[in-house]
Every structure is written in C-alpha cells, then in structure tokens.
C-alpha cells in the first residue's frame, strides 16, 4: 500500500507546501516524536480549526464539517498512535491524503 499526497494547497508558496508535504509525510509514518504542535500546524494547514473544549479535550474542525475528536497530549507533547491514525484517517476523508494499492 503507497500513501500519495494531494496536491491541494491554499497558498502558492512553494515554502509552505513543502512543510505541509513534509509534515503529512512524517504523520503517515507515525513516529514516536510526532508532537501537538506539529500537528495543529498541519492540520490548520490542511482547512481545520482547532476548537478547545472541557481539560484536555479537543475537536480539529474541517470546513466540510467532519470533525476529529483528540485529547491533547500532556505533559508530554508527543502523540500517540491511535491519534496519529486519527488525524491520518481525517486527512484521508477531507482528500488530503489518497490511498492507492502498489
């Protein structure tokens, strides 16, 4: 199974779509040091707003509406696996992400 990335940028910077591809690409390998920060970034990046709700929880909001429910990790600031599926699976949904078989 290959992971393509769409080309679906909201900006003609060629900075930012290289961050956002390189962020997208360590996402999907879900890394032991894939942190919140970088993961808010990617995913405002990606049409979502962060909405913070009671403690620890929080909902990434697309503008198609899907909404991706998370708790942000503390103290430390890595995520975990079943988030980083999560955020991969939201990606796949809003056309971020594309699945192809090799």
């Avoid at 909404?67 to 975990?80: A, D, R, S, V």
Wanted: one cysteine or more; hydrophobic letters at 35%; aromatic letters at 6%.
């Amino acid at each position: 199974m290959q992971l393509n990335i769409v080309a679906k940028h909201e900006t003609n910077n060629d900075n930012d779509m290289s961050k956002k591809e390189k962020l997208i690409d360590k996402l999907v390998s879900c890394p032991s040091n894939f942190t919140w920060d970088e993961a808010t970034k990617l995913m405002k990046q990606c049409g979502f707003e962060l909405v913070k709700n009671n403690g620890s929880r929080r909902v990434f909001r697309h503008t198609t509406g899907l909404k991706i429910f998370l708790h942000e990790p503390h103290p430390q600031n890595t995520l975990l696996e079943y988030a980083m599926k999560d955020l991969i699976e939201g990606l796949k949904t809003v056309g971020e992400i594309n699945e192809t078989s090799i």
